[in-house]
């Protein structure tokens, strides 16, 4: 069965969409300035599970993952849409309001303006529809397929925690019982930071060659990131900045967590410079280089380098 | 319990949304051009069945339903997102590649290009967000809040053929099978025509003082352009153009087809004008005026006029 990248590739393909496959569409604004604008549809019980999470951390979270898109492109947040399906029995509480309450005081962060959306009643399960859009000086878009080879590759902050998060909910801990190191993990998974001041850094600096969020996971990141830029990747295990709050498993499935998980929503991004110190405090840690190999992401440890095969999240 | 349309004041009341609140919002472009841009959510069973409609038609009722926010601002659509949750019994078919071959239709007709969306895996039931944008010159786009009294209310098209193709739905009859007269009201509800051109023209000359889309039902909106101008309004029963596709149906079952129930997509509209032509073979009918009466809808008949309960699809 195709899965949905391939679906859009061919939709994309079928009927020459030339702005489909970035975090964001790219669109001329006015002679200074190009709007970026991104769409992400959240389903529950595919995408979150609301015995998880808490209606305001939800309503962030929307926000969050779109914001994080614009991130991807340099792009400066500016306004929003929010389409959201509610069953009934969500209606008829608090929850709804408290929704609003987690976006709009992470909408309030960014300067973000609320400027339409729609309301409908759902037969069972919520759904999300999250529009944002940003802006960028004219032509300074950051997309995926700008990487060459001998680029260094780049993240921001940390790995895996998000997915670690999801493995302590998973395994039944509940957030209102955990602390500590748990509870910041779970907090990854369900509060997530979108890098905004870092990508805009990059862009007005121009010192990014591409971008794109880590929302697949990084080696499924990568790899959109090298087929857009018909190039490869060469990532050296011990440089990957594993989240520092995953404890209690194994090292394989730690460093599983950091490559093959998403849901960080850090940066994952190519340079032509070798070193690039952390900005505003968010760390910023070269991990491998961009290779001649196209659509090869090569992992490099002590003993050996394994080529990684190309996979993460899925919806189909 | 509160419906959508009061959560929705409440919200824009508590956040200060300005923009909120019209068919589209309308953000600045550059000097010349406003953006306008509306998402609506389609759920299954909630908006559509899948039992009634084929996917192509679907797929082009979710393209037109947004297509007409942007006729009643007045503006020329530009581009479109599309974000779409699928079950996995649907993602296995055809399904999904002839939805959006009647989006793309559509889409060609009117030169919208698709820059972006989602698409995502749902537990069972299918939802759709649409989001389409295009263009005014600028401060030209036409709101709801502009009618003034002794101003001429007008409606283009016919109304309550979509309303009498549901009641045949709903009944058991289907579209494959149905002919003449039941089988254009179906189409009427499945596969509906927006009123682009219309809007385009009454912008460009100038002629409406306010403008909404009959996506509730004539009364239901009438009254949302009331409520957002400070007007109240008087119609004529006589006048309504009823959709002469609509038979087998006692005369105030139509009238009610026409004033109550939703999914016309025609353009109801204000004009200083008493008189206005057709536009390129689309009616133009003048219903009635605006009043001063803050609020109120009366409808008049030759017997006697009565006071319209502000009612019509909710989903709460």
Known sequence: MRNEFEFIRNIKDKYGLSRV???????????????????DLLVED???RLEWTRPEHLGHKALAVSLSDVAAMGGTPEWA??????PEHLWKGQFVDKFYEGWFELAKLHGVELVGGDVSRTPDKMVIDSIVAGEVIRGTAIMRNGARPGDSIF????????A?????????????????RVRETM?????????????KYLA?????????????????????????????????????????NIFGFPADQILRFALASGEDFELLFTSKSKK?????????????????????????????????PRFGYRHF
């Open 276 to 308: 690039l110190s952390s900005i505003k405090s968010t760390q910023i840690t070269r991990i491998g280089e961009i290779t001649s190999n196209i659509g090869i992401v090569e992992l490099a440890s002590r003993e050996k380098t394994i080529r990684l």
């Open 46 to 48: 595919i995408d979150f």
């Open 204 to 244: 007005m600096k121009n010192l990014a060659t591409s971008m794109i969020d880590i929302s697949d996971g990084l080696n499924a990141d990568l790899h959109h990131l090298c087929e857009s830029s018909d190039v490869g990747a060469r990532i050296y295990a011990d440089l990957v900045p594993v989240d520092k």
């Open 81 to 86: 849409m929010l389409s959201i399906g509610i």
């Open 21 to 39: 496959g970035d975090d964001c569409a790219v669109l001329p604004k006015d002679v200074r300035k190009d709007l970026v604008i991104t769409a």
């Open 164 to 180: 670690a998060g999801l493995d302590h909910l998973e395994s039944g801990r509940q957030f209102s019982k955990s602390r500590g």
């Open 155 to 162: 993240v921001t902050g940390s790995l895996g925690g998000a």
């Open 187 to 199: 907090l990854r998974q369900l509060f997530p930071t979108p890098r905004i001041e870092i990508g």
